[in-house]
């Protein structure tokens, strides 16, 4: 019987692995609970309107079609049993079990309120398709909302929009969607200009895009407050209620939250660490050994945003790494070699985009800003994005929007319009 590897998860970590054992004699079966690969970095991107989810978020048998030795189970991983070596999953309510020989859990991380979970239903975050599916529904009907209301409080409410954090997405997120209301929306509405929004980007510390040199931190608060963007740094969040937000300075009414602040381990961090005893840190990541294995258990790998190791960023670039680093051990130990091989970081840099031809890239010791970045920038995920007919889709939909200025990805369905209409009759 071939050797049966096991991946948990389908986004960066677990693709790179995958894709690392398509010619080895082994039995690959990647598990997920949803049926797509999700190209995160570009989410926000689907929340304004610019990409479509089909564009960002190919299905998963589509992406491995052509690996004969990859299987594809969708499930939610509800435990794992370390000593029997399997686990146990909810595959739409029927509860299964996938044994395994070697297994790599690359889970990912979601949203982290730092301990104040309340403020998720009216700050939602932006870590899925359903959320940015939802925050693009937000968006775009807090301007038709807008359209509707005639007292000007309610209306200027409705037409401020609050990002919390000030990472890459945040950043990004706050610059586009001051672009749309600049120019994706022009002369789209009769009883209001889409140019008097308000987007502020909260900042709990003293930069924006904190860990890029200081040159570019400042060069980037500078482009977001060219392209309209509110920049309140040293601001903490205290409260959020569907009307808007409280902070440390005071309060912002504001209809449309969004949280960008933080992350936190998948819940299967958790499981791991209480089965194996290994230790987590405070956001929930597995302490590993230097070759990204469980202690202990030298068949289980754990990978990108769950894996804790040498104060490794949660970025994509990790993922993709650690992920090919634990296919690539697997390879070596079943040709004999079981030598511990530490996993080595090559950072490629850093790059976050403000708006149109605006954005900052780190690279070495190369900085870059301004038209060349954001060029950059677009090139570098287009490489990365899966499949020729979503990078062709995806160029076409910039095109639209950036070289001209409409959104092509703006539709609210029946269900969510409703929800909207409900919102305002409450009120």
Known sequence: MSHRVVIVGAGFGGLFAARALRRAP????????????????????????????????????????????????LGDVVDIDLAARELTLDCQGTSSTVPYDSLIVAAGAAQSYFGHDEFAEHAPGLKTLDDALALRARIFGAFEMAELESDP????????????????????????????????????????????????????????????????????????????????????????????????????????????????????????????????????????????????????????????????????????????????????????????RRFRYHDLGTMATIARFRAVASIGRLRMTGVAAWLLWLFVHLLFLTGHKNRIAAVANWAVAFLGRARPQRAINGVEASDLFATVRRR
């Not at 997920?32 to 978020?57: C, K, S, W």
């Not at 998963?60 to 990859?70: K, P, S, T, Y």
Request: charge should be neutral; proline fraction near 6%; glycine fraction near 8%.
């Open 26 to 73: 082994v039995e690959v079966t990647v598990v997920d609970r949803t049926n797509h690969h999700l190209f995160q970095p570009l989410l926000y991107q689907m929340a304004t309107g610019v990409l479509a989810e089909g564009d960002i978020a190919p299905p998963i048998r589509e992406v491995l079609r052509r690996q004969d030795n990859a299987r594809v189970v």
């Open 153 to 340: 409080e309610r209306r200027a409410a409705w037409l401020t929009f609050v990002v919390v954090g000030a990472g890459p997405t945040g950043v990004e997120l706050a610059g586009q969607i001051a672009e749309l209301s600049r120019r994706g929306l022009r002369r789209n509405f009769r009883t209001f200009e889409p140019a008097d929004a308000r987007v502020i980007l909260v900042e709990g510390a003293e930069h924006v895009l904190a860990p890029f040199p200081a040159p570019l931190r400042e060069r980037a608060r500078r482009d977001l407050e060219r392209v309209g963007v509110e920049v309140r740094l040293h601001t903490t969040v205290t409260g959020v209620d569907a009307d808007g937000l409280d902070v440390t300075a005071g309060r912002i009414e504001a209809r449309t939250k969004i949280w960008a602040a933080g992350v936190q381990a998948s819940p299967l961090g958790a499981t791991l660490a209480t089965r194996s005893g290994a230790p987590t840190d405070s956001a929930g990541r597995v302490a590993v050994r230097p070759d990204c294995t469980l202690p202990g258990h030298p068949e289980v790998f754990v990978v990108g945003d769950l894996m804790s190791l040498d104060h490794l960023p949660g970025v994509a670039e990790v993922a993709m790494q650690s992920g090919t680093h634990a296919a690539r051990t697997v390879v070596r130990r079943l040709r004999g070699d079981v030598r511990e």
